[in-house]
Nanobody, 118 residues
């Protein structure tokens, strides 16, 4: 069974930074593309950043230049560095096994809350 456990969320002032982590077990992590998503109250869940098994990254426009997704295949962990945070970044952040041959596709973590105060 694939499990994803996010951590690193918290309360931060606007302009601050956080590092989110997502530890994955039960799959061949290195073979999968991974994604970070977020859901703000009253809004739909949206994609934030994606990293392929080969390390190619894509971002939604509103976070380009501020967020960085990375992965450590030796630790089966995907990261999301959040810099220059804005109040509109406030949401629950989730990681997801997006696609790939490693198993567990479309598995989600439980989420970690990020709150940015103005």
């Amino acid at each position: 069974q694939v499990q994803l456990v996010e951590s690193g969320g918290g309360l931060v002032q606007a302009g601050g930074s956080l590092m989110l982590s997502c530890a994955v077990s039960g799959s061949r992590f290195s073979l999968n593309a991974m994604g970070w998503y977020r859901q703000a109250p009253g809004k739909q869940r949206e994609s934030v950043a994606i990293i392929t098994s080969g390390g190619t990254t894509t971002y939604r426009d509103s976070v380009k230049g501020r967020f960085t997704i990375s992965r450590d295949n030796a630790k089966n962990t995907v990261y999301l560095q959040l810099n220059n945070l804005k109040p509109e970044d406030t949401a629950v952040y989730y990681c997801r096994v997006l696609r790939g041959a490693g198993g567990g596709v479309d598995s989600w973590g439980q989420g970690t809350q990020v709150t940015v105060s103005s």
